[in-house]
């Protein structure tokens, strides 16, 4: 079924532009594929706080490995992995972790250039494209042709250099990236500097405010949309609204309206 399903990415790839939308569970993961969404991915941060943590690397490989059996294992559309930077700095770390990732039954992950560190948020452009070439040799090994996505967190970690942004992902993608993405963009001067720059390689580019629609980023060339943990804030913006009416005003109104999840999912 992994194959199928990396083979069906790969199509979503090839031509157009396709909205991959961020579940955190498998209940989100179940729901977005039956409003027909072609393919999703995970989040680090919506999984993160279902655990009551916040998004810096406090999740452990093992738990986000698990993760990612349960939620390719949820859904018959592919799944795309949110890999952070591999769980580890050296590439032959990297490397491992990536080989786990692919048995999980996903059909892409990435890979992203930020070390955590606030006086050095970017590994040195050396590193990160051996980084990246490690993942590439790893899921090459592994034989599950699952989709690499080179990322570069200039525009996440306060070093927002569009020249420096775009010099790197040339690199990821001349390292064996298949999809080139960069966070934070919200620029469409800087959307279509990097689709140009990386073609015919195609753009992941992350939607995390109204800035623009799905047909304009097409028509800009871009492939493939994402909303990372934008969904599961909408989620707990809707929680922590109706939890803090009850707290301060003693009153239930946000509870009208409301969907029947019982019918979303089917009755047992």
Not at 209 to 231: K, W, Y
């Amino acid at each position: 079924m992994q194959d199928d399903r990396v083979d069906a990415f790969r199509r979503l790839h090839a031509a157009g532009c396709f909205v991959m939308p961020n579940p955190w569970d498998v209940g989100s993961a179940l729901a977005l594929e039956q409003l027909g969404f072609e393919a999703l991915a995970t989040t680090s941060a919506g999984y993160a706080w279902t655990m009551g943590r916040a998004d810096s690397r406090q999740v452990r490989l093992e738990q986000t490995l698990e993760h990612l059996r349960t939620v390719a294992g949820a859904v018959g559309v592919p799944v795309n992995a949110d890999f952070e930077g591999g769980f580890a700095t050296e590439p032959e770390h990297v490397a491992s972790n990536v080989r786990l990732a692919a048995a999980t039954g996903i059909a892409g992950l990435s890979i992203e250039d930020s070390t955590g560190d606030v006086a050095e948020p970017l590994y040195r452009l050396d590193l990160a494209v051996e980084r990246v070439r490690a993942a590439r040799s790893a899921i090459d090994e592994s034989g599950t042709g699952i989709v690499l996505t080179g990322r570069s967190e200039g525009f996440v970690v306060g070093r927002p250099d569009i020249d420096e942004t775009i010099r790197r992902l040339e690199a990821y993608a001349d390292a064996g990236a298949d999809c080139l993405y960069a966070p934070r963009i919200t620029s469409v001067d800087h959307v279509s500097a990097i689709v140009a720059a990386v073609a015919p390689k195609p753009v992941n580019l992350l939607v995390n405010a109204p800035f623009i629609t799905v047909a304009v980023a097409a028509s800009l060339g871009v492939r493939r949309i994402s909303v990372g943990g934008t969904l599961a804030r909408v989620a707990w913006a809707g929680f922590l609204h109706a939890a803090r009416e009850i707290a301060d005003e003693g009153t239930f109104t946000p509870f009208e309206g409301l969907p029947d999840v019982d019918a979303l999912f089917g009755t047992q």
